[in-house]
């Protein structure tokens, strides 16, 4: 084999053996669980104006909340993605979510900053588990719909995202820190179902291939040189760049810069921050179909680049305005995770764990690495400056123009086999 070439090494646990179909059982579970999650972990931001206030908190040390729970989440995500893939672990889902649940109890008695910041640590170590091993549990039940079983999957976080401030709105911010306990029953079911999952996981056609029941496929390779893989891989990182630090001025700061700018309560800022966050789970969700339609590439085109002019438009807006582009911002930004996602899992055959790993890690990295940044640029300037100088991150898209073409729309695909 050449050495400019790149082979999949992992083992083919990612790959279809025997099942074809989409298994909407599992992957609605997923979903759920997914939901249940990034709700419970949307509570973190949510409790930020309560935290404030409570520990005479400023804006840096609200980013560095932020930076405790992605840095655990990110940093763990691709290591624990590459051991899966050489050892999966049914089970390592139910183990995950009850770390988040330990981070959640632990958070609703915090007394102090650095409590907190062990709390928010423990949430993020919940994630960097659940986040790798359900991306390939979904691929495996996609029955060959990859950008549909992502899109599933991710409908399920993002809506978890953004029902959490909701809840915070009526339950949190009435009754205070301690309330977040009454949130570890959604954990406790979510376990329940991902140890159902586990089960599934575990007597899956590629399990038996593991254990030696019958000879696995061939392992995935990647047929583009190496150059061409690495450069597009540092490619789709930067735009994970562009993309999470955008998304991250708004989920962490956007209530605050609407209390300052407009003076609406916490709870009316947090109605704002649902909406937005309601149209990055619309987006997310849309952007798999539709790329498993017209590939991936066009998807990320749109996405990321698409919403730089409303970026713009964004922190000069009056309040009407300023709610109807966050909320088009929030369609279109998010559509691009679905199509990164998949596009990186189709440059490296057969590693589907780290790539999920790398993926989910980077986004929640350079999420948290922007939170604190940007934390400081307020806490210098105003939070005002700080969605000016974020509304350009958008026109980082287009380094799009080199990402290499791998794959060819579904509608031609099928056209080339139609006799």
């Known amino acids: 084999?050449?050495?400019?070439?790149?082979?999949?090494?992992?083992?083919?646990?990612?790959?279809?053996?025997?099942?074809?179909?989409?298994?909407?059982?599992?992957?609605?579970?997923?979903?759920?669980?997914?939901?249940?999650?990034?709700?419970?972990?949307?509570?973190?931001?949510?409790?930020?104006?309560?935290?404030?206030?409570?520990?005479?908190?400023?804006?840096?040390?609200?980013?560095?909340?932020?930076?405790?729970?992605?840095?655990?989440?990110?940093?763990?995500?691709?290591?624990?993605?590459?051991?899966?893939?050489?050892?999966?672990?049914?089970?390592?889902?139910?183990?995950?979510?009850?770390?988040?649940?330990?981070?959640?109890?632990?958070?609703?008695?915090?007394?102090?900053?650095?409590?907190?910041?062990?709390?928010?640590?423990?949430?993020?170590?919940?994630?960097?588990?659940?986040?790798?091993?359900?991306?390939?549990?979904?691929?495996?039940?996609?029955?060959?719909?990859?950008?549909?079983?992502?899109?599933?999957?991710?409908?399920?976080?993002?809506?978890?995202?953004?029902?959490?401030?909701?809840?915070?709105?009526?339950?949190?911010?009435?009754?205070?820190?301690?309330?977040?306990?009454?949130?570890?029953?959604?954990?406790?079911?979510?376990?329940?179902?991902?140890?159902?999952?586990?089960?599934?996981?575990?007597?899956?056609?590629a399990m038996a291939a593991r254990r030696g029941r019958r000879a696995p496929p061939p392992a995935a390779i990647s047929t583009l040189p190496r150059k061409t893989v690495v450069t597009a891989l540092c490619i789709l990182l930067v735009l994970l760049f562009s993309k999470n630090v955008y998304t991250s001025s708004l989920s962490s700061y956007y209530t605050f810069y609407l209390i300052q700018k407009f003076h609406l309560t916490v709870q009316n800022a947090q109605y704002h921050l649902f909406a937005f966050l309601a149209a990055v789970a619309i987006g997310t969700f849309l952007g798999g179909p539709i790329g498993d339609r017209f590939g991936r590439k066009p998807v990320i085109w749109f996405s990321i680049l698409g919403a730089f002019p409303f970026a713009l438009m964004l922190p000069y807006a009056g309040l009407y305005w300023t709610g109807i582009l966050s909320v088009v911002i929030g369609l279109i930004l998010a559509s691009a995770f679905t199509a990164i996602l998949v596009y990186a899992q189709e440059l490296l055959p057969g590693r589907v764990g780290t790539v999920a790993g790398m993926v989910f890690g980077f986004s929640f990295g350079l999420g948290g690495l922007g939170a604190a940044a940007l934390g400081r640029i307020a806490d210098w300037t105003s939070i005002e400056t700080v969605y000016q100088v974020c509304s350009f991150l958008p026109a980082i898209g287009l380094l799009t123009a080199f990402l290499p073409d791998i794959e060819k729309p579904r509608r031609l695909r099928e056209a080339a086999k139609s006799p």
Request: net charge neutral; charged share 5%.
């Open 1 to 205: 084999m050449s050495e400019n070439t790149v082979t999949a090494t992992a083992a083919p646990v990612t790959q279809p053996v025997a099942e074809t179909d989409t298994t909407f059982a599992i992957l609605i579970s997923l979903s759920v669980c997914h939901l249940l999650n990034d709700m419970n972990q949307s509570l973190v931001p949510a409790l930020y104006p309560i935290l404030k206030d409570t520990y005479a908190l400023d804006f840096g040390q609200i980013g560095l909340i932020t930076l405790a729970f992605q840095l655990t989440a990110s940093l763990l995500q691709p290591v624990v993605g590459m051991v899966t893939d050489r050892h999966p672990q049914p089970f390592s889902l139910p183990i995950a979510m009850c770390c988040s649940l330990v981070g959640l109890l632990m958070l609703s008695v915090a007394t102090s900053y650095p409590a907190i910041l062990l709390s928010a640590a423990l949430v993020g170590v919940g994630s960097s588990v659940f986040h790798p091993e359900s991306s390939r549990v979904a691929r495996m039940a996609s029955g060959g719909r990859y950008g549909f079983a992502q899109s599933l999957f991710q409908l399920g976080g993002s809506s978890g995202s953004a029902i959490g401030p909701l809840l915070a709105a009526f339950v949190v911010v009435p009754r205070g820190q301690s309330s977040i306990a009454w949130f570890s029953a959604a954990a406790l079911l979510a376990m329940l179902l991902l140890a159902n999952v586990g089960l599934w996981y575990s007597r899956h056609p």
